[in-house]
């Protein structure tokens, strides 16, 4: 069974800097994409990075692209999201989740993951 557990949440000071780590285990699949959502009180779940497991290739919102960085470590089954010059719109609870297959990372957030960790909350004080 796959297990996806998140960490590295907390409450920072705007412009300030978090890195979040997605464990896990359980995974078979030759290929994959984890992604990040956040969600913000009242606001719908939003995609906020991809990275494939095949070529990792990568993709970021918007909003968070130059201040967000997703990277894998293979060894470990562990997908890190860096996050720099945090921003109060940041502020939500953040999830990773796994999808199985191939997909483009620029496509990431078109589909219904199979698996979603528990979430763990970002706070960015003003």
């Known amino acids: 069974e796959v297990q996806l557990v998140e960490s590295g949440g907390g409450l920072v000071q705007a412009g300030g800097s978090l890195r979040l780590s997605c464990a896990a285990s359980?995974?078979?699949?030759?290929?994959?994409?984890i992604s990040w959502f956040r969600q913000a009180p009242g606001k719908e779940r939003e995609g906020v990075s991809c990275?494939?497991?095949?070529?990792?290739?990568?993709y970021y919102t918007e909003s968070v692209k130059e201040r967000f960085t997703i990277s894998t470590d293979n060894a470990k089954k562990t997908v890190y999201l860096e996050m720099n010059n945090l921003k109060p719109e940041d502020t939500a609870v953040y999830y990773c989740?796994?999808?199985?297959?191939?997909?483009?990372?620029?496509?990431?957030?078109?589909?219904?993951?199979?698996?979603w960790g528990q979430g763990t909350q970002v706070t960015v004080a003003s």
């Open positions: 989740a796994l999808l199985v297959g191939w997909i483009t990372a620029e496509r990431g957030f078109e589909y219904e993951y199979d698996y």
């Open positions: 359980g995974v078979t699949f030759r290929d994959y994409a």
């Open positions: 990275i494939t497991s095949s070529d990792d290739d990568t």
